[in-house]
């Protein structure tokens, strides 16, 4: 084992503490390997990943944010998982501190099935298997390739994840809590806008999902709906065929009227009862916020998630 450390401009004298833990580490066969940069700014996660991984010698990378707790199994566990998903992204279960908190998040992160890393990489979520409990072979890391080094404001693990999958890549988690993942406002994680992740999930459903259908029911004919319509290429909104819904002042309503469209006459989309709308579906109401009652209108069709609907929200 091998410890491979890059200090991005920290201010709290962490490259003293892991050089103090040198020693100890040495002295159980774990090579410690310490570098950074002496500017006074951060040039970012990306650049920093990117520099811990091409001083490391390992053939395998598990990453470790520095404000995350690693639980004593985990290089072991993932690693064996590794071995029986080659070409992979391998996570594990966690747990949040301080407790409860992104609750509904930690619920997903924890309990979507096998199939569901898969089908669910399009959500707002993001990469199914978390970044702070990664772990792949660094044969596969280098054939994705490195890091976005934009900076701060740049989705480096989005844009990795999806890169990976580009590649056939795929995803595996070890199903025990393996890591304590904490919570905090200054995350580098909260500099990246909602509009920046939101264009590159639509793209990334339009090469990966919408080009494969001829057409398509979005299912949400309020706000979040619309805007994905609004946000489609031209040749991807003549495929909607209709909004579907639950809500009846909308069904009342007949159709959805795209109003700054440049077409003549402007495009009108039918707004169905779900239960009168077809397959396939691209699917626009969050997940768990509606107390099982999503779950339970698509379990009343009969639909298999990744060939008849896929989770936007």
Not at 8 to 19: L, Y
Not at 47 to 74: H, T, W
Not at 182 to 199: F, L, N, P, Q
């Amino acid at each position: 084992m091998e410890l491979s450390v890059f200090d991005d401009a920290s201010t709290d004298d962490s490259r003293k503490v892991v050089e103090a833990w040198r020693d100890r580490l040495e002295a159980r066969g774990i090579s410690v390997v310490i570098s950074g940069h002496n500017s006074a700014k951060p040039r970012g996660v990306g650049y920093a990943k990117n520099r811990a991984i091409s001083q490391s010698r390992g053939q395998y990378l598990c990453f470790q944010d520095a404000d995350d707790v690693m639980l004593p199994e985990r290089v072991c566990l993932q690693y064996e998982a590794s071995l029986l998903h080659p070409n992979s992204l391998i996570g594990c279960k966690v747990q949040r501190l301080p407790e409860g908190s992104t609750e509904r998040y930690t619920r997903w992160i924890n309990t979507i099935t096998q199939d569901q890393l898969t089908t669910q990489v399009y959500t707002s979520h993001g990469p199914t298997v978390i970044m702070p409990t990664w772990f792949c072979s660094k044969s596969w890391f280098l054939k994705v390739g490195w890091f976005d080094e934009g900076g701060k404001g740049v989705p480096e693990d989005l844009l990795f994840f999806y890169h990976s999958i580009r590649q056939g890549g795929g995803m595996a988690r070890v199903d025990q809590c393996l890591l304590v993942y904490r919570y905090h406002e200054k995350a580098a994680t909260h500099s990246v806008t909602e509009e920046t992740i939101w264009k590159l999930r639509v793209d990334f459903l339009q090469e990966r999902v919408l080009s494969q259908w001829e057409s398509f029911t979005i299912w949400n004919a309020g706000k979040q709906g619309r805007k994905l319509y609004r946000c489609l290429s031209p040749a991807n909104q003549k495929k909607v065929k209709a909004f579907c819904d639950v809500d009846e002042n909308k069904i009342q309503k007949g159709f959805y009227t795209y109003e700054e469209s440049k077409q003549r006459p402007k495009p009108k989309i039918p707004i169905l009862h779900y239960k009168d709308a077809s397959a396939p579906f691209i699917i626009c109401v969050k997940l768990d916020m509606t107390g099982g009652v999503l779950e339970e209108n698509l379990n009343s069709l009969q639909l298999k998630e990744g060939k008849d609907y896929y989770h936007f929200n």
